[in-house]
């Protein structure tokens, strides 16, 4: 027999009701210059005389066997040692190829080619029927493409490979029960320079719901150390989208009870792939429970007209929700961004809620519905006093100063207690040293205003009803201003946009801000959408990487949230 021009390696374990089919699918192919290697991974079943047997009447079918039961990975990776062919294709034993022809067209592609990679398409085997497999890319047209544009990396069956690309890489299967492939085809990406498509219709993947759910904790173990290994081998800005994609597909599953094994070891086998430290735990714990409160949440659909028009911080919600669902998982475990991306959304939720009245008794929902009645059986300050914090009430609540999600996340006894957050803030919270947002220093406004301390009034109220007039400060650092200007793309559901983010968080309202082209003076047309301290300018028209622009905010526009104004502010943006 001459050198084999492909190499087809076959794990085989317990296969004996489709390992006929699949090798019948393989003998018969029309390039005989083949070679079937199947490695027994020590099966209890019959597998081995069948095999055997093929081997008696076709001597190109050759068995190996493994020393003990070591999992597919480890069979295919005896199978690679043992090829002497040279390209290298993976079939599993209950699958089968569809075309007696598919490996001889392959074949002669990859030598006119000189392809270290060949990628084929690969359909879903559902009773019998062959569908499209949704889970990988599907050719319709012979081109070669970037190892970026290949997807996530799963069903390396599809693919063909150059065993010298291989070997020269040292790319070998994990010694993992489950997620063993994907670590496998990811190295491939990470190495390989191109892929070369044909639109052939190759693989039958065989379809198993009952395989669909891990059933033991070393499993679910190996799996969620593929999850880690893929998105380590895959950490470079080429491959970010792929990167993002798979780490939605790592948190689907970790919040999934229908695929994990149990949800105690889930989580206890997350610290000890990524750390107790890391923020894979914190991003986890927040799905989860966003989850779990997902009936809760139901009536705040993700959409631009279905907006609370009584309650303005309900745009705050949305837009946080929306920024969930896109930007938290395109995040690349950077432990400081992911820790201020967490805090929004549990702020966001908290304050959800509260305003759903969730964990409050009947006694704290009326507190809410009738605060006045509350003010008068905790005022301590006189008739004088009872008016100033009423007033302040109003005052608070119509500027949407105070910040429920940041009391709630930042104070959680008040949000087990059930309390009202802005009337416990301004009767007891101010006097146990809690500030009513990211931007408001209780003790900073009462140490610089003294006499602010004998009025028995909160410092916030003090500030709407006095302080604000008087241009007093209420932080060491008063001053709203600009810290960054990029172009994004495919963030937070916005495909084109400039996002200018601020110290602090910015108050929705009339804005006055320019972006214009610097050559021709002509205006950039977009739209405005507010998140904490960003503004989105949502670009209406494409800007251009030979031209220059400048972009304007002019004084007293753009105000934070307690309404102090932002100083003119100039710069210039190029993309070029």
């Known amino acids: 027999m001459t050198e084999p021009k492909i190499s087809i390696i076959i794990p085989v374990y317990n296969a004996e009701e489709y390992l006929k089919q699949c090798l019948d699918s393989l003998v018969n192919q029309s390039l005989e210059d083949i070679e079937i290697l199947c490695v027994d991974d020590k099966s209890p079943d019959n597998s081995r005389n069948i ?23 480890l069979a295919r990776n005896m199978g690679i040692k043992n090829a002497s062919g040279e390209y290298l294709s993976f079939v599993d034993s209950d699958d089968h190829v569809m075309d007696s022809s598919v490996y001889e067209k392959i074949y002669d592609y990859a030598i006119d080619n000189h392809a270290d990679m060949i990628s084929v398409n690969l359909m879903s085997y559902e009773n019998g029927n062959y569908v499209n497999n949704r889970d990988c890319l599907n050719i319709y047209e012979e081109k070669v493409i970037k190892p970026q544009d290949y997807g996530i990396p799963w069903h390396h069956q599809k693919n063909i490979y150059k065993r010298s690309f291989i070997l020269e890489h040292g790319i070998l299967y994990p010694d993992y029960k489950r997620g063993q492939d994907p670590v496998f085809l990811a190295n491939v990406l990470k190495n390989v320079d191109a892929i070369y498509c044909l639109p052939l219709n190759m693989y039958a993947y065989r379809k198993y719901e009952k395989y669909d759910k891990i059933n033991s904790e070393s499993k679910e173990l190996d799996y969620i150390k593929h999850f880690h290994d893929v998105l380590n081998i895959l950490d470079y800005e080429s491959f970010r989208e792929t990167h993002e994609k798979y780490q939605a597909r790592m948190y689907k599953f970790l919040i999934n009870p229908e695929l994990y094994y149990s949800e105690s070891s889930v989580k206890e086998n997350l610290k000890k792939v990524f750390g107790e430290n890391s923020p894979v735990l914190t991003i986890y714990e927040l799905k989860k429970s966003l989850k779990e409160n997902e009936n809760n949440l139901k009536h705040f659909k993700l959409s631009s007209n279905y907006r609370y028009s009584s ?266």
Request: proline letters at 4%; a neutral charge; aromatic letters at 12%.
């Open 51 to 73: 095999i055997e047997a093929y081997s008696k009447k076709d001597e190109r079918v050759k068995y190996i066997s493994m020393e003990k039961n070591s999992g597919s990975g």
């Open 311 to 576: 309650f303005p911080e309900m745009n705050y919600l949305i837009d946080s929700m929306i920024r969930y669902q896109n930007s938290t998982l395109n995040l690349d475990l950077d432990g400081k961004k992911l820790s201020l991306d967490t805090n929004l959304i549990v702020e966001e939720l908290y304050k959800c809620q509260y305003m759903e009245n969730i964990g409050r008794s009947k006694t704290q929902r009326l507190t809410s519905k009738f605060p006045v009645l509350y003010m008068i059986f905790n005022n301590s300050g006189g008739i004088k006093g009872l008016v100033k914090n009423i007033k302040g009430y109003k005052s608070i609540k119509r500027n949407n100063l105070f910040d429920t999600g940041y009391y709630l996340r930042m104070y959680p006894d008040i949000k087990i207690a059930g309390k009202d957050p802005l009337l416990h803030y301004m009767f007891y919270g101010f006097k146990e040293k809690r500030n009513p947002n990211a931007l408001f220093d209780n003790e900073f406004y009462l140490n610089k205003y003294s006499d602010v301390k004998d009025l028995n009034i909160s410092p916030l109220v003090h500030y709407v009803l006095f302080g604000k007039l008087e241009n007093r400060e209420v932080s060491p650092d008063p001053e709203t201003r600009v810290v960054n200007v990029e172009q994004i793309s495919d963030v937070a559901g916005i495909d084109n946009a400039i996002e200018i983010e601020f110290n602090r968080p910015i108050k929705p309202g009339t804005t006055w801000i320019e972006l214009k082209n610097k050559k021709t003076k002509e205006p950039v047309e977009f739209e405005k959408k507010f998140f904490k301290n960003r503004i989105y300018l949502i670009l209406l028209e494409q800007l251009s990487e030979t031209e220059d622009y400048s972009l304007i905010l002019h004084s007293e526009c753009v105000t934070d949230l307690l309404n102090n104004p932002l100083n003119l502010y100039s710069t210039n943006l190029s993309l070029g």
